[in-house]
């Protein structure tokens, strides 16, 4: 996809959704059940759409909360449910719509006690903090966030009392019971009104801010960061876990710059993206240009997307660094500086850098190589058989310093304070930290190119499989494996994968966005990453039309 000419630059008015039209079209539109782009799809994270498309509306979430009751009967779930939201607009319409149900159908709702927003990885805290040494009466939890998304769209998440992402045959249940009561002009869904819901003694105000920030000393070593008086630079791009960086500096005495930590659901402060659009994406360094322009003037600086899920991380020297690069760098320091059981393994998606790879047998450790998707490691971090899992969008969590989950979902707040934990420990730029790793193990090329698509061509990504495939050279190698499998679970990865001794690509499609997504990796030059890119994309093409 071609740059789009003002990326990186502020957005101007013309570039702002009208909140108010797009909040209204939330509570006016008519979802018709039949189309299947207005349907209940849970993708690789959740539920998501934009009102004006008629995708993520009042009906969606009277739906699918009332299928999550459903579901939570049938499995016995009797505990509470914790409820999060982040600060795009259609979060705050869709958290009161979903309460109306959760406390219609007398379930117990927990909420922050001031009514604030709530990040991903907190919900998921929460969750394994409430049901720690319990057998009954077991937690779940939903957060209400479409991520990085535009301002325009809206998510549903749902995490069950393992506290990570819901697995595809759990939403799967959950999104057939939705769109069956779609189909019946919602008949069945028990709400209440909101000022109802508000005065309901099932309404339980807890303060998790709090909790979860006394907690960090458990999996950071924060006495380090203070101790070498770092300056640290946040941009908190307006999302749930901003009034969170204030608290940790005032609690652990740190200096830590914040930028953008006003909510804004237009999110006018952000630099526009690669694409024009305005998405808080911090692994981009469109989005991110503000803090990128600053980044000579801290020791480290980070930034976090809206529900705080997802880290960007800024080197003095090397600017922000890309994601596959900051994991290899996060899997080496945690290896040497966590004492974790050594049966625990080390978790990545199948489309992260084989430098990660290298990094993980270089100590000895066993690596779990996943589909795309955090659910695929939730309940291996939930019962401690791995001890770190990491995607290549800049997500990421680990157990703690005494081989505990502490998230089972990504946590960019973790992610971020451990940038400064290793610069404080190592006393090294975390740029030249990387460099140092290219020279134990090798320098890696790596790129990802987006690419159109239809839903014919991303359904077409199933029905590919390896043995039909007569591939025998890619990029000048012999092929190795031709993958439609994760090594590390057997699940199917919704597309292909191709390996030679000094490379590799694959291809899947988008779960949000109508686009799939090739990933090439050389460990041999940029000459040849290039020549795997156009390898990679015209076989990748030809696959597609023969399906």
């Not at 989005?287 to 480290?300: E, I, P, Q, R």
């Amino acid at each position: 996809m071609a740059l789009h000419e003002r990326a990186g630059q502020p957005a101007l008015p013309e570039d702002l959704t009208n909140i108010a039209k797009l909040v209204s079209a939330y509570f006016v539109n008519e979802v018709d059940p039949r189309q299947r782009a207005q349907q209940v799809q849970f993708g690789t994270s959740g539920h998501r759409g934009c009102a004006f498309d008629s995708s993520f509306n009042e009906a969606h979430i009277l739906a699918v909360s009332q299928a999550l009751v459903a579901y939570r009967e049938e499995q016995g779930i009797t505990g509470p449910l914790m409820l999060g939201r982040d600060t795009h607009a259609l979060s705050e319409a869709a958290y009161m719509t979903a309460l109306e149900v959760f406390i219609g159908n007398g379930i117990e709702v927990h909420v922050q006690s001031d009514d604030g927003y709530t990040p991903t990885p907190v919900i998921s805290h929460a969750i394994l903090r409430y049901n720690k040494g319990r057998s009954t009466g077991l937690a779940d939890g939903v957060v209400i966030t479409p991520s990085h998304n535009p301002p325009t769209d809206g998510g549903f998440k749902y995490n069950p009392p393992h506290g990570g992402p819901a697995d595809s045959t759990v939403t799967k249940i959950i999104e057939k019971y939705a769109n069956a009561l779609l189909s019946s002009d919602l008949m069945g869904v028990n709400a209440v009104s909101y000022a109802e819901t508000r005065a309901s003694h099932l309404l339980k105000q807890v303060d998790w801010r709090t909790d979860y920030i006394n907690d960090l000393e458990q999996v950071i070593d924060i006495t380090a960061i203070r101790k070498a008086n770092l300056r640290i630079g946040v941009d908190a791009m307006g999302g749930a876990g901003a009034s969170y960086w204030q608290m940790i500096a005032e609690h652990y005495d740190l200096e830590i710059d914040i930028y953008h930590d006003e909510v804004d659901a237009s999110f006018r402060f952000m630099p526009l993206d690669k694409d024009g659009k305005i998405r808080m994406d911090c692994s981009s360094p469109y989005a991110m240009a503000a803090l990128l322009h600053m980044k000579g003037d801290y020791d480290v600086a980070v930034g976090n997307d809206p529900d705080y899920d997802r880290h960007g991380i800024v080197s003095p020297t090397h600017g922000l660094l890309n994601p596959n690069h900051y994991l290899a760098i996060a899997i080496d320091y945690l290896c040497k500086h966590r004492h974790w059981p050594a049966s625990a393994a080390i978790g990545k998606t199948l489309v992260s850098s084989a430098m990660i790879d290298r990094v993980v047998a270089a100590h000895g450790r066993e690596l779990k190589e996943m589909p795309v998707g955090f659910k695929w490691f939730a309940q291996a971090l939930h019962d401690g058989s791995i001890a770190f899992a990491g995607e290549e969008s800049a997500g990421a969590t680990f157990l703690d310093k005494q081989g505990q989950p502490w998230s089972t979902d990504k946590d960019g707040i973790i992610l971020a304070l451990l940038a400064a934990e290793i610069v404080a420990v190592t006393g090294q730029d975390l740029g030249d930290y990387y460099e140092h790793l290219c020279g134990q193990h090798g320098t890696s090329y790596y790129r990802r190119v987006d690419a159109p698509s239809s839903p014919e061509q991303n359904k077409a990504f199933g029905a590919i499989r390896g043995y039909k495939l007569k591939l025998k050279e890619l990029a000048g190698d012999d092929v190795l494996a031709i993958m439609t499998k994760a090594p590390g679970n057997d699940a199917l990865i919704g597309g292909v994968k191709v390996t030679t001794a000094n490379g590799w690509f694959a291809a899947r499609p988008s779960g949000t966005e109508p686009i799939y997504k090739i990933y090439c990796e050389s460990f041999v030059s940029e000459a040849h990453l290039a020549q795997l890119v156009d390898e990679a994309q015209t076989l990748v093409s030809s696959w597609l039309k023969a399906e």
